[in-house]
Nanobody, 129 residues
Framework: VQLQASGGGSVQTGGSLRLSCAAS????????MGWFRQAPGKGREFAAA????????YYADSVKGRFSISRDNAENTLYLQMDSLKPEDTAVYYC???????????????????????WGQGTLVTVSS
């Protein structure tokens, strides 16, 4: 599957951005999808995930209440609405998909990079104070 992330940019503290991830080459509607981020000089960390049906969502504590993940299976697109942005949200954001078919994981596994088999190229989000 190919994943193409877009929507990054530069905003001030408190601003909003909406990231998109267009998927092709595989049954998007059967895939668990996630957003991860990597700040300069740091490792890749989990931000949010959504089950294949869209009924379940998971968030890192650092973004809970500010970010919202959603998917449009008819358009093969994943979204991440980011509100109340903070300088510490500055990072390259990556979308990711698992390689399974309609799989449900233990909650902790949605947070793991190893759960995901396919990765987009990343889109940069910069939040200035």
């Amino acid at each position: 599957v190919q994943l193409q992330a877009s929507g990054g940019g530069s905003v001030q503290t408190g601003g909003s951005l909406r990231l998109s991830c267009a998927a092709s080459g595989r049954a998007f509607s059967s895939s668990v999808m996630g957003w991860f981020r990597q700040a300069p000089g740091k490792g890749r960390e989990f931000a949010a995930a959504i089950g294949w049906s869209g009924d379940s969502t998971y968030y890192a504590d650092s973004v809970k209440g500010r970010f919202s993940i959603s998917r449009d299976n008819a358009e093969n697109t994943l979204y991440l609405q980011m509100d109340s942005l903070k300088p510490e949200d500055t990072a390259v954001y990556y979308c990711a998909a698992d390689g399974a078919n309609r799989r449900t994981y233990l909650r902790k596994d949605y947070f793991r990079t190893g759960t995901y088999d396919f990765w987009g190229q990343g889109t940069l989000v910069t939040v200035s104070s």
